[in-house]
């Protein structure tokens, strides 16, 4: 069965950085478009940034351009949230999703919590 299975999440000072990374198996993964959710308390889950099978091409939500990248390696079926400038307001449970292109559902890993203290 698919799994994808986040890691690198913990807690960091606002300013620093962390690298989330998101291992999946079960699936061809580079047919998939990959991408980062997030899901702060008491809000909806939203958008982070996505990158398309290749990793020719990738997207991002206005509130993170600029300090967040997202990348991945076909080659050990994974894909990478590298996050810098952290921001309290960064705070959230992190999700990775594979979606096949054009595709409403897909697959979801269960979460890494990071937390930005000020």
């Known amino acids: 069965q698919v799994q994808l299975v986040e890691s690198g999440g913990g807690l960091v000072q606002a300013g620093g950085s962390l690298r989330l990374s998101c291992a999946a198996s079960?699936?061809?993964?580079?047919?998939?478009?990959m991408g980062w959710f997030r899901q702060a308390p008491g809000k909806e889950r939203e958008f982070v940034a996505t990158v398309t099978w290749s990793g020719a091409s990738t997207s991002y939500s206005d509130s993170v351009r600029d300090r967040f990248t997202i990348s991945r390696d076909n080659a050990k079926n994974t894909v990478y949230l590298q996050m810098n400038s952290l921001k309290p307001e960064d705070t959230a449970v992190y999700y990775c999703?594979?979606?096949?292109?054009?595709?409403?559902?897909?697959?979801w890993g269960q979460g890494t919590q990071v937390t930005v203290s000020s």
């Open positions: 999703r594979a979606g096949l292109p054009g595709a409403k559902s897909g697959y």
């Open positions: 079960g699936l061809t993964f580079s047919r998939y478009t």
